[in-house]
């Protein structure tokens, strides 16, 4: 059985959205099974309250200590001047102690993203974000051009080689769009797939 965690940010949504299409996609690989976990919030409830961040989210929260268990991970996180969130770069530092043992070496990688404007860091929050697992050892693997949604020149949409994105809006009230949950569908299968050879 191979393993699949898909570990997600998501403050008003948007990346826990893509995270369940991801996850929709890596499920869809046969010998695949798939959780989905989030990193903790830094804000205190009330803060958060008061932004209007969303805290009914079902998934649980992910400790540092189970990354191991899995044969590929894939992270999400909304960008923050073109690299990841707090919270997301909160949880991996936490992870030296993986870093010593090797314990990620040659475990699969992949990164998704939202970003609020088209031009708004979908593509250098995931690149950057590849550098830490790299440290680690892991395996990248992004989205390929035979997913077709990628070069779809029809519409406004996020989705690149690095990574599935969705556009958020300055408001926040674009929600992800068909063509952006093919990709992210896409996105979960592919890495299910090399992660299944990796562990064969």
């Known amino acids: 059985m191979t393993k699949v965690l898909v570990l997600y940010y998501s403050m008003y949504g948007h990346v826990e959205t893509m995270a369940k299409a991801v996850a929709d996609g890596a499920g869809s690989v046969e010998g695949t099974e798939v959780v989905i976990k989030r990193v903790p919030d830094l ?3 009330e803060v958060a ?3 209007g961040v969303k805290l009914d989210q079902e998934a649980p929260i992910a400790t540092v200590e189970e990354l191991p268990d899995y044969h590929a991970i894939i992270f999400g996180t909304p960008t923050r001047f073109g690299n990841m969130c707090s919270q997301m770069r909160n949880f991996l530092d936490r ?3 993986l870093w010593m043992s090797g314990s990620l070496i040659g475990k699969v990688g992949s990164v998704f993203t939202s970003t609020a404007t ?5 593509e250098t929050t995931i690149t950057s974000f ?9 395996i990248i ?7 077709q949604e990628i070069m779809n020149m029809e519409e406004i949409t996020g989705g690149s ?10 408001d926040n009230l674009r929600q992800l769009s068909e063509n952006e949950a093919k990709i992210a569908r896409f996105q979960g299968s592919h890495v299910a797939s090399v ?4 562990a064969a």
């Open 43 to 45: 804000m205190p409830e």
């Open 161 to 170: 080689p690095y990574g599935a994105s969705t556009l958020a809006g300055v």
């Open 49 to 51: 309250r008061k932004v």
């Open 118 to 122: 088209q031009h708004g860091g979908q």
């Open 130 to 138: 590849h550098s830490t697992l790299l440290h680690h050892g892991m």
């Open 141 to 147: 693997v992004g989205v390929p051009y035979s997913c």
């Open 95 to 97: 992870t030296g102690r």
């Open 195 to 198: 992660a299944k050879k990796q």
